[in-house]
């Protein structure tokens, strides 16, 4: 009785998460000519969680259709993130600001790339001083200042890390992390002092 009512069991959760994952995941026609760039890209970010076998001819109809970022899904997938820099690099070099800080944030960690920091602050350097970029906003600008004060942090450039503590800490909107970097702040000034 007992295996019974757990094959019971076992059976309906099944289902249930089959339910489930086929309503977060809508059957679209990857031919189908209406078919939008905005809808082969989702159902590439979607196919990531729900359909991971249908993955890459997603991936690879939205970046067909002019999506290069759904190329990172297929990095992921697959382990090898080449032609998602290559042409993250190709966007940064024809001056897309966004393009410049994913490859920022591509060298800051090291995704599909030998970790680079110096690199990074360069890249994120030149994202806050494009002249594309007058319009960021506050939020947009904190989290740059964040990034850039974790790569001074870890390089410890003292001097640095604190004009984007100082920066972050005028800026931040949430209190709590405003303690937080208020606190860090403190710990850089005993490393400036040294």
């Excluded at 993955?55 to 190329?71: F, I, N, T, V």
């Excluded at 942090?153 to 005028?170: C, G, M, P, V």
């Amino acid at each position: 009785m007992v295996k019974i009512s757990f094959f019971i069991l076992l059976t309906l959760n099944l289902i249930s998460n089959n339910v489930y994952a086929n309503s977060l995941w809508h059957t679209i026609d990857i031919n189908d000519p209406n078919l939008t760039v905005e809808q082969a890209a989702q159902q590439c970010a979607k196919s990531s969680m729900y359909a991971p076998y249908s993955l890459e001819e997603w991936c690879e109809k939205a970046y067909s259709m002019g999506s290069w970022r759904s190329l990172l899904y297929i990095g992921y997938y697959t382990g090898d993130g080449t032609r998602y820099v290559n042409e993250v690099k190709k966007h940064a070099q024809a001056d897309d600001v966004e393009a410049i800080k994913i490859l920022a944030w591509i060298y800051s960690n090291g995704s599909f790339v030998e970790r680079d920091l110096n690199k990074s602050i360069n890249l994120y350097t030149d994202y806050l001083s494009h002249k594309k970029n007058k319009s960021l906003t506050k939020h947009q600008l904190v989290t740059v200042q964040k990034a850039l004060y974790n790569i001074y942090k870890e390089l410890e450039l003292w001097q640095d890390a604190s004009k984007s503590l100082q920066y972050i800490i005028n800026n931040e909107n949430n209190n709590m992390e405003k303690k937080f970097f208020r606190d860090e702040k403190i710990y850089i000034s005993e490393r400036l002092s040294k």
